[in-house]
């Protein structure tokens, strides 16, 4: 928006209304800056000391050491470490699963509540369900429909004999990262559902009007017209929840507990931080997630080509 | 973007394309209103069965049933004599109030100078305000814990107030601010030849036009703060200070193998029920407040 006062007279004003701008600005700069600026910078201050979450006066600088040391010939640090590793790829595995499954499914849903009905605010209502429910709880809720006596998805699976056995879904180590997939996709695909619907609607009507009239078929529209024309929003959604997946927390902690199995990269720094108290190396591990999480959200910007923000 | 755009430009593709009364149309209704309702079922069936689970006795959980044959009201009482769960969620309405308060007004002034006035780095504080939005929590927990136990804040509820800025803070600006930028500028400008103040007009020709935003974004910053995990596990120690989700999690029997799903359905359920209402009355505010950031770009 370019908003250009027209006289010469009023440039006294402009001057003004900068001055009012900062003013305004003033107060949501200071607490963003006490509040993400200062303890971002203080965490990776911290990461190269060797703080005790207890007693984080007395540290000293120890360079690199927690990322990566080397010691009677062995190697040291959060880089050597098979857990941290370990929790890296249980959730790169985590986001590349559930963002394509919420893309696909969210596209899905999408595509059926674009359609007139009657009822259709209810059922947008419906799956806002979901989402409204806070983490912690949807976690509880599926922890107790997967339990392995009692759930109802065993009761299911069993009557229907697709399993003779009832399956342990939160304590099977190989079925940990499934359970979770499976909650976070419950949870999530809605939310991508209304993103995906919301382009939709906006897609200028004449286009499917020329499409139909030409008599092409709809899953040539969908491919043809649809796709492409969604595509940017699309890509919006999809970067936004990549980077919250990479970030997840609250659903694997609260369903499987800081298990080996199923770690995800921010339940390491936590449990470094403040289980094993070891400020210095948890930090390092919350410094690395930053660079991860921040390369991760500008290779995906750069290679979908998606602009935020304006100007 | 607002609803009433989104109501607007609707494409409204009538669900059938057969001829009316045709076999072939028929099954086709069909087929797409069974797709409806799997997808209505998938949405709401596990906190359905949540609420059937609240209502049984000890024994009854055992039993897989989908629909409530006994309305039994216990594990609803016993929830709040095991712990302070009252306390809780009176914790965790005194942090999601104070942090849409504190986050509206904050955001307010901030998103009528980043949409109204011109200025040199405008675009730059965006996209920062943008970026602050993507940290993810943990990278700065250590040293946010720091400035808590600093600020002697560490074990209160206003530790989380302050902390919860960080996500419900560049939310509320980026929303506001797209919702400010599309008011039209003869507004101001009648107000600004009888010499108001930058504040009167804020206060005099914006807030009463900005209702509908502030009801989108305060609605989306209570529901945050209402569900926020990690920080409030974390800058918390004792039960009277923990907020609803924490107390749900904590929620344990006499050991591992003994949790008390009856209560812990019931908790489940006494804390989204709030949030329940609140969707199915401003879903169309909701919805047009989750799209207003993202669909943008």
């Known amino acids: 928006m370019t908003r250009k006062l027209q006289t010469r007279d009023t440039s006294w004003l402009a001057a003004s209304r900068t001055r009012s701008a900062w003013l305004f600005l003033a107060p949501m700069l200071v607490i963003l800056a006490l509040v993400a600026g200062w303890p971002l910078l203080r965490t990776i201050w911290l990461a190269f000391t060797d703080a005790n979450t207890l007693q984080l006066e007395q540290r000293k600088w120890i360079g690199f050491d927690n990322f990566l040391n080397h010691q009677d010939g062995r190697w040291y640090g959060v880089l050597a470490d098979p857990v941290w590793w370990r929790s890296v790829k249980n959730t790169l595995w985590f986001t590349v699963c559930t963002v394509s499954i919420e893309t696909v499914l969210g596209f899905g849903i999408a595509l059926v509540l674009n359609r007139s009905f009657p009822g259709r605010g209810l059922v947008r209502a419906a799956i806002l369900i979901p989402w409204a429910i806070p983490c912690v709880v949807s976690a509880r809720i599926w922890g107790w429909l997967l339990n392995d006596q009692f759930g109802l998805i065993n009761h299911v699976l069993q009557s229907l004999h697709i399993v003779e056995h009832p399956v342990a879904w939160t304590a099977d180590p190989r079925l940990l990262m499934t359970s979770v997939v499976l909650v976070d996709v419950w949870k999530t695909t809605p939310f991508m559902a209304l993103l995906i619907l919301a382009a939709l609607q906006m897609l200028p009507k004449e286009c499917y009007e020329a499409a139909l009239l030409d008599g092409t078929h709809p899953i040539k529209v969908f491919w043809r017209v649809t796709l492409p024309l969604v595509r940017p929003a699309l890509m919006v959604a999809v970067i936004f929840r990549a980077i919250d997946a990479l970030r997840v927390f609250d659903v694997i902690y609260v369903l499987t507990g800081a298990n080996e199995q199923s770690m995800s990269m921010s339940i390491y720094a936590r449990q470094q931080l403040f289980e094993f108290n070891q400020a210095g190396y948890g930090s390092a591990v919350s410094t690395l997630l930053f660079f991860i999480v921040a390369l991760a959200t500008i290779v995906l910007l750069v290679a979908t080509r998606v602009r935020l923000g304006e100007d | ?297």
């Open chain 2, 1 to 297: 973007m607002t609803d009433e755009s989104l109501r607007a430009v609707s494409p409204d593709i009538p669900v059938s394309s057969g001829a009316p009364g045709s076999l072939a149309g028929t099954a086709r209704r069909v087929g797409f209103f069974l797709l409806v309702a799997a997808i209505v079922l998938y949405a709401v069936f596990p906190f359905y069965y949540a609420i059937v689970s609240s209502l049984k006795p000890g024994s009854a959980l055992f039993r897989v049933d989908y629909f409530p044959f006994t309305w039994y009201f216990g594990n609803y009482a016993s929830v709040f004599r095991g712990q302070p769960f009252g306390t809780n969620i009176l914790n965790s309405l005194i942090v999601a109030t104070s942090v849409v308060a504190l986050s509206l007004f904050l955001g307010v002034t901030a998103a009528f100078a980043l949409a109204r006035i011109q200025f040199r780095g405008r675009g730059a504080l965006l996209v920062t305000i943008l970026a602050v939005s993507m940290f993810p929590q943990v990278a700065v927990l250590s040293g946010m814990f720091q400035l808590i136990r600093a600020l002697g804040l560490y074990n209160h509820l206003s530790a989380l107030v302050i902390s919860y800025m960080i996500f419900t803070l560049p939310f509320t600006v980026w929303v506001l601010t797209t919702f400010m930028r599309e008011l039209p500028k003869e507004l101001e400008e009648a107000a600004i030849l009888d010499g108001a103040s930058a504040w009167t007009i804020v206060r005099r020709v914006f807030m009463p036009l900005m209702w509908p935003a502030l009801v989108t974004t305060g609605l989306l910053a209570f529901i945050a703060a209402w569900n926020e995990f990690l920080f409030a596990l974390t800058f918390t120690l004792t039960n009277d200070e923990r907020t609803v989700p924490v107390g749900i999690a904590v929620m344990s029997g006499a050991s591992a193998h003994e949790l008390p799903w009856g209560n812990i359905m019931a908790a489940s359920v006494i804390v989204t029920l709030p949030l329940v209402i609140l969707v199915l009355a401003f879903q169309r505010r909701i919805v047009s407040g989750l799209t207003a950031g993202a669909v943008k770009g």
